[in-house]
């Protein structure tokens, strides 16, 4: 069986510099060492285009080049014949390279000076292996079809998006071993990203927020393209930066800041993943590890066909919730007893504070407020996602605003700080809203 | 600084620092191009310099380098680069005159030399001895091809790279 660049994709990691003959037009041959040999397709490979380089100069004038890969494994050596074919300045292929390569400039302490400026895209024309050799090759943990069988059977049965996610999260560490994992969801205006689930972390972050472009996460949801980094680099982080230009951007934004994103402190591989509904951005599913050079291609496709068949069950569970929507039931609850707590709302931002702790802004906070009330007008505590999604006082930015992630939110922050409130799913589309102690309600305006 | 006009043997020598650096325990990558300018690549088993270092012989494992030889025979054009994995240190010679030589035994001693010190070199950034030696290959034949540098170049990652090396 001919070797197929499927087969050879560890060389394709980084770990291990590739080398690059070329020759000019008037036949003086070059070799060069390259950073980064990223497999796009089994036909074809990028190469970071960093400098302006002889390398660079042949291949526009004369595109035959010899490539020759290293397994960072077993040392085995493949050569490469390929013809350059384009460059992309932008875009998912160079996004996704992009931050490759800082993690291999951070591993080979050249950062600042590994820099892509291009993807060059080359057609493999024929794969040779080098007589060699080479060791026998590691046991590889395996994310094959078997294991992603075991997770996709618990994601189809998912009765709603919250079990969904949770199949996922739980899947991810069952099957595949990955135990520090979250998933953001995206509003439907793209302006951020919220933390609506995680596990293996001391705090949950539930609420916490990134910008699309910010770190892998962001890079993923704004390029809509898998984000894997092999060695911890500063350039794709996600720390002070963000906090700094927080402070400058006001009040909503220091908020932002308040619930802290998980994160493993001694990070070093991390993978974001897209979560797709056709075109639009659910969210991003995103794993992490101590431990270098974790996630590799076979698990990038593991997570990229999870998030996939996600963003579909996620969209047909929204549409059945949508179809089945029950009428609430009307009992009114008893008054609750106890020392009354005092919840304040800011028209500023929708943001509420219970006593003196942060609870949740913006959307959520508007559909907590709007609960709330109801219950203190009208003792009601029975509700339609329906309801809530023609309220004009919640001011869904957009009818395909994932409201249902809105209430996971609401509901996983009341449980993890306010727990004399909560949100109780009673029926497809519906819910009861929990009020544990008397609530003394208070709106401050703009 | 080595003239880069391919003007043989008429420019100033290798540097003695350069000399010493290129047959220690660098990787040395050795390419070649075909009468239809595709080019070829082969990792070399190490490196000697003439005492006057005017004159470079590249050592590689003919079994993996048939078509580069053919390519060496052909047109006698070359290209080297020379990197030391723990510092990123790289050169690049090149030659126009370069052609298969009878190899002595002085060539086998730099062979295993060069693994020896070539291996050390892995290890300081993390590799085995095994892998090293996985890449390396067996190697239980040597040829031996001799080439004068017609331009040398400075290769290591950064604003410099691509220059001419100044010597």
């Not at chain 1, 590994?114 to 090759?137: K, P």
């Not at chain 2, 650096?21 to 990792?43: K, L, M, Y």
Request: with cysteine; glycine share 8%.
């Amino acid at each position: 069986m001919p070797l197929t660049l499927h087969a050879i994709r560890p060389c394709f990691e980084g770990a291990v510099p590739a080398v690059i003959a070329t020759c000019a037009l008037d036949g003086t041959p070059n070799v060069s060492y390259i950073s980064e040999v990223h497999y796009v397709d089994p036909q074809h490979v990028a190469l970071s285009f960093q400098f302006f380089s002889k390398t660079r100069q042949n291949v526009l004038e004369n595109p035959r080049a010899t490539v020759v890969v290293i397994h960072p494994d077993t040392g085995a050596q493949h050569k490469l014949a390929v013809r350059y074919l384009r460059t992309e300045e932008s875009g998912p292929l160079f996004e996704c390279m992009k931050a490759k390569l800082a993690g291999i400039a951070s591993h080979a302490g050249m950062t600042g000076v590994f820099r892509l400026r291009g993807s060059d895209v080359y057609r493999v024309e024929s794969i040779t292996e080098v007589y060699g050799t080479s060791l026998a090759a590691l046991p590889v943990r395996s994310a094959g079809a078997a294991e992603l069988r075991c997770c996709m059977a618990r994601l189809s049965a998912a009765p709603d998006l919250a079990s969904l996610l949770d199949a996922l999260l739980d899947g991810l560490a069952a099957q595949f071993g990955i135990t520090q994992a979250m998933v953001l969801m995206g509003d439907a205006a793209g302006e951020k990203l919220y933390t609506v689930a995680s596990r293996g972390y001391p705090q949950s972050g539930v609420g916490a927020e990134i910008r699309p472009g910010e770190g892998v996460i962001g890079t993923a949801a704004l390029a809509r393209t898998p984000i894997r980094i092999s060695h911890a680099t500063s350039e794709f982080g996600y720390g002070r930066a963000m906090r700094e230009d927080a402070r400058s951007r006001g009040l909503t934004a220091v908020l932002e800041q308040e619930i802290a994103l998980p994160g493993l402190p001694e990070s070093q591989s991390q993978i974001a993943v897209p979560i797709l509904s056709g075109a639009h951005l659910l969210g991003v599913l995103f794993a992490e590890s101590a431990e270098t050079s974790r996630f590799g291609y076979d698990e990038e496709d593991a997570l990229a066909v999870l998030a996939s068949h996600v963003g579909a069950v996620a969209a047909l569970l929204e549409e059945r919730d949508e179809a089945h929507e029950e009428a609430p039931a009307t009992a009114q609850s008893a008054s609750p007893e106890g020392a009354p707590l005092r919840i304040r709302r800011y028209a500023e931002n929708d943001s509420i504070f219970a006593g003196e702790d942060y609870l949740i802004k913006g959307v959520a906070g508007a559909i907590l407020w709007k609960l709330l009330r109801n219950f203190v007008d009208e003792r009601r505590t029975e509700h339609t996602n329906r309801e809530l999604r023609l309220d004009p006082s919640i001011r869904l930015p957009d009818l395909s605003e994932n409201l249902e992630a809105r209430l996971i939110l609401l509901q996983r922050r009341l449980e993890e700080r306010c727990p004399a409130l909560g949100i109780e799913k009673t029926g497809r589309g519906r819910f009861r809203f929990n009020v544990r102690r008397p609530v003394q309600l208070a709106e401050i305006p703009r | 600084m080595l003239g880069m006009t391919g003007d043989k043997g008429q420019g100033p020598p290798l540097d003695a620092d350069n000399a010493a650096f290129i047959q220690g325990g660098v990787s040395v990558i050795v390419a070649t191009r075909n009468s239809e300018c595709v080019p070829d690549v082969v990792r070399g088993c190490g490196c000697r310099v003439s005492r006057d270092r005017r004159r470079i012989t590249v050592l590689v494992e003919p079994g993996r380098a048939d078509t580069l030889l053919g390519d060496i025979a052909a047109n006698g054009m070359i290209a080297v680069v020379f990197s030391q994995p723990s510092t990123h240190r790289t050169i690049q010679l090149k030659g126009s005159d370069a052609r298969i030589v009878k190899v002595t035994a002085a060539d086998r001693t730099v062979a295993a030399r060069h693994l020896r010190d070539w291996s050390e070199d892995l290890c300081r950034i993390g590799c085995t001895p095994e892998f090293a030696n996985a890449v390396r290959g067996d190697v239980p034949r040597l040829a031996a091809i001799a080439f004068t540098p017609s331009a040398a170049f400075q290769q290591t990652p950064g604003p410099g790279a691509g220059k001419p090396l100044a010597t």
